[in-house]
């Protein structure tokens, strides 16, 4: 007896060959993004994401969100997840360990971002009470299954954000096994899980390249970014597609436009570039104004980007710091107390060399 077919058959599998090709054409249509904003718990919120775009980010990620809470608490929801028209690209990336809980949190974000992210490089202490981030490295098939999950039921391409393994070959196969899983974009952070200080150990840029050599679907770098001279060296050296910056960012929003912090206020063909953090916290505040964000992630922006100012005027911090309660009026009212004490910080930018003309004849 034959049997009458599914009426509702699952769609066939696409070809490995096919997720390639797709990965590499949604890439191209988000205009191949270089310069791109990491994810930062408490830090890469919309307004910031907003800043740093206006000064040559092109692309951006979200806070890391906690897939359970996102799914449960509405105010959760309200507070750490908002966008805008002009916020794209954007990749909203989650932490998760539940397939079934991260597709119902990525399902509530699809209409609004680029791609939906897997947070598997956190290496906080927090991450691992919670198994999630870094430390499903120990549990490879749990992290395919979030993947594959996400990929069977998303029309936005899933990627992945990882950590290197201390040996090569393992991180080598811990991204193919991404990939082959269905994984669109894949961002490698240099460092292993137990190299949290990123001022004490230098990214790999050399891993990163192997990475990159041994995938077939665009490949971002993380690490070792001060400046954007050091976006292109990063780049050249590894063939990534894009490099991604955090903490550079946050004491300069405005790196990927080329501007450098005082550290670089004696080198040779460095000037003022006619721009300080005070200006960057100002623009910064108005964003918020317009899209309210918590105040423990506009104090933590204030802080970093004025930290150079609190070094010359440590009273000023200490105001600051004593200040429980902040409102916009305070925080513009500080900027001026810092520009009228003098002692101004600017950014810097190289100076432009003139190219000799030729004479007429």
């Known amino acids: 007896m034959t049997q009458n077919p599914d009426p509702n058959p699952d769609p066939a599998p696409t070809s490995f060959e096919t997720r390639v090709e797709q990965a590499w054409a949604h890439w191209k249509k988000l205009g191949r993004p270089k310069y791109i904003v990491a994810p930062m718990v408490d830090n890469s919120e919309l307004p910031f994401r907003l800043l740093c775009q206006k000064y040559g980010a092109q692309a951006a990620y979200t806070p890391m969100l906690h897939s359970r809470i996102f799914t449960e608490t509405e105010k959760y929801r309200n507070q750490e997840f908002t966008t805008c028209e002009e916020d794209r690209p954007l990749f909203v990336q989650f932490c998760a360990n539940d397939p079934d809980t991260l597709l119902e949190a990525a399902k509530r974000v699809e ?19 919670g198994n999630y981030g870094a430390f499903l490295m120990d549990n490879l098939p749990l992290v395919k299954s979030l993947v594959e999950k996400l990929v069977q039921n998303l029309t936005v391409p899933v990627s992945c954000k990882i950590r290197i393994f201390p040996n090569l070959q393992d991180t080598l196969n811990y991204a193919k096994m991404l990939e082959e899983a269905g994984c669109s974009l894949l961002a490698v952070h240099g460092r292993t899980r137990d190299e949290k200080d990123g001022k004490k150990f230098r990214a790999d840029w050399g891993a990163i390249k192997e990475v990159k050599n041994a995938l077939r679907i665009p490949v971002l770098a993380n690490g070792n970014v001060r400046c954007i001279e050091d976006v292109d060296e990063c780049i050249k050296e590894t ?20 501007f450098r912090t005082a550290e670089w206020a004696k080198e040779e063909g460095y000037v003022d570039g006619g721009l300080d953090q005070g200006d960057l916290v100002v623009e910064y505040l108005k964003l918020c104004e317009k899209h309210p964000v918590p105040w423990r992630m506009i104090r933590s922006h204030v802080h970093k980007m004025l930290g150079d100012w609190f070094r010359v005027h440590p009273q000023v911090r200490e105001e600051f710091n004593a200040q429980n309660v902040l409102t916009f009026e305070f925080l513009y009212g500080l900027v001026d107390q810092l520009k009228e004490l003098g002692g101004r910080v600017p950014l810097y930018k190289k100076r432009k060399i003139d190219t000799p003309q030729e004479s007429s004849p």
């Open 239 to 258: 063939g990534v597609e894009g490099v991604l910056s955090a903490e550079t960012l946050l004491e300069n929003p405005a790196a990927f436009a080329g």
């Open 111 to 129: 209409p609004y971002c680029d791609y939906v992210d897997i947070n598997l490089g956190c290496p906080q202490r927090i991450a691992k009470r």
